[in-house]
């Protein structure tokens, strides 16, 4: 399968502080790239979908301008939690979609604690 | 609403046959997506199913019944590493990824 690069893999950073999380896709065009967010013992949670060059549609509840998401090229896109507080620490996985059904690829996940 | 079920969590022997069963209510289907995510990992591609029956691929086989809303993973001769939970996704109409919460397989020797 295609490979995803997600990173970092973990980060720890102060309450009010910015962090950015990098997607790259590294051997194909990802015309299509998710990101989710998953909490301990629960599913994923899609947060926002994001084509490249184009705004990213955001789901129901979830702050636009505290989950800024920027998809520059066709294999990369980043997410940037600003402003971050203990309950964004969760687990962030970007998926990137190769534009064929069922053909997605997830990054490793990048585990975020606030403190 | 949408809505995916499978059972919380399962307990197997090593060596033995598992069957993991996932129902599902969209709008729309586009397909049911097996995963397999390990504790603090990404989960990982699994299967697609779109068409009703069984796909097997090597110790892995899915199965779907699209009238029934319905499909299972079966995983034989398992192994210590196959301890994981196991996610079924289903596409809907608009392309959307709906998830289920997940299956815990605990694998006892």
């Known amino acids: 399968g295609a490979v995803v690069s997600q990173h970092p893999s973990w980060v720890i950073c102060k309450s009010g502080t910015s962090v950015k999380i990098e997607c790259r896709s590294l051997?194909?065009?990802?015309?299509?790239m998710f990101w989710y967010r998953q909490f301990p013992k629960q599913s994923l949670m899609l947060m926002a979908t994001s084509n490249e060059g184009s705004k990213a549609t955001y789901e129901q509840g979830v702050e636009k301008d505290k989950f800024l998401i920027n998809h520059a090229s066709l294999t990369l896109s980043t997410l940037t939690v600003t402003s971050a507080h203990p309950e964004d620490s969760s687990f962030y996985i970007c998926?990137?979609?190769?534009?064929?059904?069922?053909?997605?690829?997830f990054g490793q996940g990048t585990r975020l604690t606030v403190v | 609403g949408q809505n995916i079920d499978q059972p919380t969590e399962m307990t197997a022997t090593e060596g033995a046959i598992v069957q993991i069963n996932c129902t599902y209510q969209?709008?729309?289907?586009?397909?049911l997506f097996w995963y397999q995510q390990h504790a603090g990992e990404a989960p990982t591609f699994l299967s697609y199913?779109?068409l009703d029956g069984l796909e097997e691929k090597g110790r892995f086989s899915s199965f779907l019944s699209r009238s029934k809303g319905y499909s299972y993973l079966l995983l034989k001769e398992l192994q210590m590493k196959d301890s994981a939970s196991y996610l079924c996704a289903v596409m809907d109409s608009n392309y959307q990824l709906i998830w289920g919460a997940g299956t815990k397989l605990i694998i006892k020797p």
């Open positions: 998926s990137a979609a190769t534009g064929r059904i069922g053909e997605a690829f």
């Open positions: 051997d194909f065009q990802a015309t299509t």
């Open positions: 969209t709008s729309g289907f586009n397909g």
């Open positions: 199913n779109v």
